[in-house]
């Protein structure tokens, strides 16, 4: 039975296809079919909208069923008016790219931290991708820990300057490592004590010592509060990335600093030097250094004791012997102050 329609109906009807789609406008369409070159959307014209695969993402490899879902509906650009068949052309990756660079002026105003993926390494720099928006973090803004980074990898930033005009969009890692490291500083300095033992990492080694990151702050851990026994270098016991136990030893909170101690994690050696030892004992030992006013050397492990630069030539000359260091030796205790972990040497043929 074929349906009669009144003109009534006829006006209704012809209404409905009455639309005064230009290009510019934001529509919302149906994606109603794929082809090899795009998708059909449904707009509600006479006739299916087409979306070319090159207005799908900025994303070239994608493809249009990664991005369109069949039957879903979006909001896409019209970016060519109807042809001849009354067909409009759209774009979705406009649209998108508008809300994205909206949403990234949001964060900008609102200081916001957000991550992004690392998608190239160039020179001054790397490129990252942010919802098919690209932007730059300099090199001068990546934070010490994240100057080697790959393809892939995740950072969190937050924005130094924002420009959609001229598709410019900078970035700061280092910003965020420093609002991170200044919230952790505060953090820190409310909750330490001298004489607590705390987890680090060793940050960074020097002649004098070195640095350990407790929460977030890097702390002083000085050559002389690594271990008790002579330690020539940091990097003789201490490696960057190791983590180990350590003491707090002094706090600054005027200047915002914090010393450390290795050594006092470990029992204290003498403690056992005074249990062990006892003026005029014979001691064979390691000597560890030698200076122009005597030799250092280990009379237990951990215990120094200076032996005079006279003795010193005296047993190289009854000797015919040039000490060195490593070189083993015996010795007679003269003095013992262990309360102030001073012990004094001589030769054993010396009278206490």
């Not at 690209?134 to 393809?151: D, H, K, S, V, Y």
């Not at 060793?202 to 004098?208: A, G, Q």
């Not at 030097?273 to 560890?288: R, V």
Request: charged residues 30%; contains cysteine.
């Amino acid at each position: 039975m074929v349906e009669q329609y009144s003109d009534v109906d006829f006006e209704t009807l012809l209404k409905k296809y009455d639309y005064k789609f230009k290009r510019g406008d934001i529509v919302n369409g149906i994606v109603c079919a794929y082809e090899s070159d795009g998708a059909l959307v449904d707009i509600g014209s006479k006739s299916t909208a087409f979306v070319p695969a090159y207005e799908l993402s900025t994303d070239r490899k994608l493809k249009v069923e990664d991005v369109l879902e069949l039957g879903k509906e979006y909001e896409f650009l019209i970016t060519q008016e109807s042809d001849e068949n009354g067909k409009f052309t759209l774009s979705y990756k406009k649209v998108y790219l508008a809300h994205t660079w909206a949403e990234l002026e949001k964060v900008k105003e609102a200081d916001e931290t957000i991550s992004v993926t690392v998608s190239q390494i160039v020179k001054g720099g790397v490129v990252v991708d942010i919802s098919g928006v690209q932007g730059f973090i300099p090199q001068g803004q990546l934070c010490a820990r994240e100057t080697i980074c790959n393809p892939g990898d995740k950072l969190d930033v937050k924005i130094l300057s924002i420009d959609k005009t001229q598709n410019n969009l900078i970035l700061s890692n280092k910003k965020v490592y420093e609002t991170n490291m200044a919230e952790n500083r505060k953090n820190v300095f409310e909750q330490i004590e001298v004489g607590q033992v705390v987890k680090g990492e060793v940050v960074r080694i020097t002649d004098f010592g070195a640095f350990v990151n407790v929460g977030g702050v890097d702390c002083l851990l000085p050559l002389s509060q690594i271990s008790w026994k002579w330690v020539e270098h940091p990097t003789d016991l201490l490696k960057v990335g190791q983590e180990i136990n350590v003491e707090i030893i002094d706090v600054d909170y005027t200047k915002q600093r914090i010393s450390l101690s290795l050594k006092n994690t470990e029992p204290d050696p003498w403690i056992k030097a005074e249990e062990e030892l006892k003026e005029g004992d014979i001691k064979e030992g390691i000597i560890t250094r030698i200076k122009p006013f005597g030799a250092f050397v280990e009379v237990l492990p951990g215990v120094e004791a200076l032996l005079p630069q006279s003795a010193l030539l005296e047993y190289q000359n009854s000797n015919s012997n040039i000490l060195k260091t490593g070189d083993k030796i015996n010795t007679k205790i003269i003095k013992f102050h262990p309360k102030d972990k001073r012990i004094s040497l001589g030769l054993p043929n010396e009278e206490s």
